[in-house]
T-cell receptor
């Protein structure tokens, strides 16, 4: 069965360190998204991609970057982790290309920045 | 950007009861979807429903796009229905980016 996976599921890091969260989907979807979920803010879009070599900023992109070198993966990098980036991070994908754009979510990564 | 308002914010039901969750949008949207986040944090897509009515078991959803709202009906609720329900929509002309509501937290008790 097609799926979307994230790793690690839990991560504790220190302020200032670079952190990369992995997202891998086997749906062969064009579109991939990164969200963060915080109490009181719901789900907020960080970055998204409509295909290989395409990346776009979402509403809370400062301090984060992504790259899309193949269809399956969209890693999210925190260049210099800050305590304000403690959150649960979700990756999602959707087909795009004019098809019904149902989004499917990964299991999430809980990141703590100390 | 659009605003997405969900009501009620919290709901407690006894097992077997029915409920209606509402989602209002500040502007025209398409690509409307409903999600359930279970107590373990997993987000599951329930419905892709830009317009009309769909049913899946005890759940059904109706979207009236011209009036910018959507409803999620849960019948004969079970404890496994507990969690947070989110609606999300795409502002017309903003390809694929969903804006999420802040959710309705549902607790189903025995």
């Amino acid at each position: 069965d097609a799926e979307i996976t994230q790793s690690p599921r839990h991560k504790i890091t220190e302020t200032g360190r670079q952190v990369t969260l992995a997202c891998h989907q086997t749906w062969n979807h064009n579109n991939m998204f990164w969200y963060r979920q915080d109490l009181g803010h719901g789900l907020r879009l960080i970055h998204y991609s409509y295909g290989v070599q395409d990346t776009n900023k979402g509403e809370v992109s400062d301090g984060y970057s992504v790259s899309r070198s193949n269809t399956e993966d969209l890693p999210l990098t925190l260049e210099s982790a800050a305590s304000s980036q403690t959150s649960v991070y979700f990756c999602a994908s959707s087909a795009g290309g004019g098809l019904p754009d149902t989004q499917y979510f990964g299991p999430g990564t809980r990141l703590t920045v100390l | 950007g659009i605003q997405v308002e969900q009501s009620p914010p919290d709901l407690i039901l006894q097992e077997g009861a029915n409920s209606t969750l509402r989602c209002n949008f500040s502007d025209s949207v398409n690509n409307l979807q409903w999600f359930h986040q279970n107590p373990w944090g997993q987000l599951i897509n329930l419905f892709y429903i830009p317009s009309g009515t769909k049913q899946n078991g005890r759940l059904s959803a109706t979207t009236v796009a011209t009036e910018r709202y959507s409803l999620l009906y849960i019948s004969s609720s079970q404890t496994t229905d507990s969690g947070v329900y989110f609606c999300a929509g795409r502002e017309v002309g903003t390809a694929s980016k969903l804006t999420f509501g802040t959710g309705t937290r549902l607790q189903v008790t025995l």
